[in-house]
């Protein structure tokens, strides 16, 4: 009988234990939170490493420490500080998907911090895994016709380059050789660019960055076709691409301002 109550009396023990680490990782969530607010990520780290120590199944606590490490990670440094915030950002987030594999906190971030570290197919992977999980995110098909131009535009403007052609100087390319070898490699990955932009019109039409890189992609895409009727035509394309785009930024504009904005003096 003195066994059981002991043993009951530990269970007891462990619970309050339990209970006051939880505590006591929320009070180190909240301060993290507040370094964070004032952009102090360093602290806000400490304060995260904390909460995660004392519940390492508090999901929120662990993305913020992610997510402080990687609003410490500046894109196109090479130092090797910078390339560990993105490994720890990485890490904190992959953890969280050990314990949800759908969250989408944890899985658009990942796909930005590839993003951002130039890592194009990593990039797309992880925002087609975002989109199998979230099917109406329209930043995630905005991201992946962004992709489909980082990946296309440097060997299109090398080749272009290479035939001493200015940047002003109308297309298609003259060069049948140059300019079949860019539609077989670079072809495929256009459309599937384009595609992507034309999901996220479709979830918000106005969406008008999409706009701007459907109109991108179709202007370089109109250098690939085999007759001047065609390039024009792919174009003409673009341009009303970038009049809707526009359009869209004016219209946005204006509901900003609405009634009551800037007016002008009345006498």
Known sequence: MRKLVWCGAVAA?????AGCAKLQSRDS?????????????????????KAVELDPNFPTARLY?????????IPGA???ENVQMAEAAHEQFQKVLDQDPKNTVALAS????YL??????????WYEKLIAVDPNNKDAYYSLGFIAWSKWYPAYGTARANLGMKQEDPG???????????KAKYGPVIDAGLQSLDKAL??????????AYENLLIRERADLMDTKDQYEAQIKIANDWVDKALATKKAKAEKKGGPGGIVADQK
Do not use: C, H
């Open 116 to 125: 951002n570290e130039k890592k194009w197919d990593d990039s797309q992977r």
């Open 78 to 80: 090479e130092s090797p």
């Open 29 to 49: 969530l909240n301060k993290g939170v507040q370094a964070f607010k004032s952009a102090q990520y360093p602290e806000a780290v400490e304060d995260f490493k």
């Open 202 to 211: 479709q979830i918000d039409p106005q969406y008008d960055d999409a706009m």
């Open 13 to 17: 023990l462990a619970l309050v234990a």
């Open 172 to 182: 298609p390319i003259k060069d049948k050789k140059v300019k079949e070898d860019l």
């Open 110 to 113: 990942i796909a930005s911090l």
């Open 65 to 73: 420490l992610a997510t402080a490490y990687m609003q410490q990670y």
